[in-house]
């Protein structure tokens, strides 16, 4: 099985909102990694975890909160956005560093 | 840090025809993968391929690593081929996965 998964699907929020977008996966795998896509744009890391520790922050605002609560689960939560933060963000996990990464579907995230 | 880059940017075809697209990178790979980007943002895996020839389908894969650079090929290709392919490495001194601009190809019924 090579899902990574991704809920919601979808959010809406508004700048002083808090939210959490979830990623979950069954591969054992040891990386985990958050992605942030604008339209017409490649993806862009955001957070690196492995074995559960974060090994990169690609100076990402504290606004963005990333959590690795076990090896199968990873959280980004979200705090006071901006409109400009509105993206797609995507999850990814890999057996470790130079390894295949695996993505989720995504979350399509509007901040009004 | 490693540069990726991909040509054509765009490319339109008509449904049956075959299709080349190209990488190219600055530094030696670890790692190299192809992704589909469907309308709907899932990335889809197509090949893992930091060097030699692979093939799925309709769908091949070669990475010339002394070189530099990656082909993917299409063949008969469907209006569902349709989206962005994104080629991405992992190399140099760095060990995160870097992404080219994408070519968005556009298959024609």
């Known amino acids: 099985d090579t899902e990574v998964t991704q809920t919601p699907k979808h959010l809406v929020m508004g700048m002083t909102n808090k939210k959490s977008l979830k990623c979950e996966q069954h591969?054992?795998?040891?990386?985990m990694y958050w992605y942030k896509q604008k339209a017409k744009k490649p993806p862009e890391l955001m957070f690196v975890y492995s074995y559960e520790k974060l090994s990169i922050n690609e100076s990402v605002p504290s606004r963005f909160s990333p959590e690795c609560p076990n090896s199968s689960l990873l959280n980004l939560h979200l705090h006071a956005l901006q409109p400009e933060d509105s993206a797609l963000y995507l999850c990814?996990?890999?057996?470790?560093?130079?390894?295949?990464?695996?993505f989720g579907p995504g979350t399509r995230l509007t901040v009004t | 840090g490693i540069q990726v880059e991909q040509s054509p940017p765009d490319l339109i075809l008509q449904e049956g025809a075959n299709s080349t697209l190209r990488c190219n990178f600055s530094d030696s790979v670890n790692n190299l993968q192809w992704f589909h980007q469907n309308p709907w943002g899932q990335l889809i895996n197509l090949f893992y391929?930091?060097?030699g020839t692979k093939q799925n389908g309709r769908l091949s894969a070669t990475t010339v690593a002394t070189e530099r650079y990656s082909l993917l090929y299409i063949s008969s290709s469907q209006t569902t081929d349709s989206g962005v392919y994104f080629c991405a490495v992992v190399g140099g001194a760095n060990s995160k996965l870097t992404f080219g601009k994408g070519i968005t190809l556009s298959v024609r019924p």
């Open positions: 990814a996990s890999s057996q470790g560093d130079g390894y295949e990464q695996y």
């Open positions: 391929i930091p060097s």
């Open positions: 591969m054992g795998h040891r990386a």
